[in-house]
């Protein structure tokens, strides 16, 4: 079992920043790689970043790439989002989730989820 607990969402303008936090508990966390995804009202849960513990290369979305960066740091078990000049589409809920083995942009191959952080952008 991997517990996931995201934190750090908020409301924001538009071109501003948050850190989005994702902390992981469980024997055996080290060994999954870990996911950022969104959701926005109506819409899909859709990929954002990903990234391997110990320094993996990462991964983005088309989307938020230059703009938000993923990160991790295991003596705290915890990954991190920073998301630089934020746009209002980046409004949505944010979850960190967990992944043994697959492909990292498909949401639905992913092991373990956390109950999500809502991020708001107005504009």
């Known amino acids: 079992q991997v517990q996931l607990v995201e934190s750090g969402g908020g409301l924001v303008q538009a071109g501003g920043s948050l850190r989005l936090s994702c902390a992981a508990s469980?024997?055996?966390?080290?060994?999954?790689?870990m996911g950022w995804f969104r959701q926005a009202p109506g819409k899909e849960r859709e990929f954002v970043a990903a990234?391997?513990?110990?320094?993996?290369?990462?991964y983005y979305a088309d989307s938020v790439k230059g703009r938000f960066t993923i990160s991790e740091n295991y003596a705290k078990s915890t990954v991190y989002l920073q998301m630089n000049s934020l746009k209002p589409e980046d409004t949505g809920i944010y979850y960190c989730a967990a992944q043994l083995r697959g492909r990292v942009a498909a949401s639905h191959e992913y092991d373990y989820w956390g109950q999500g952080t809502q991020v708001t952008v107005s504009s």
């Open positions: 469980g024997r055996t966390f080290s060994s999954y790689a």
């Open positions: 990234i391997q513990w110990g320094g993996g290369v990462p």
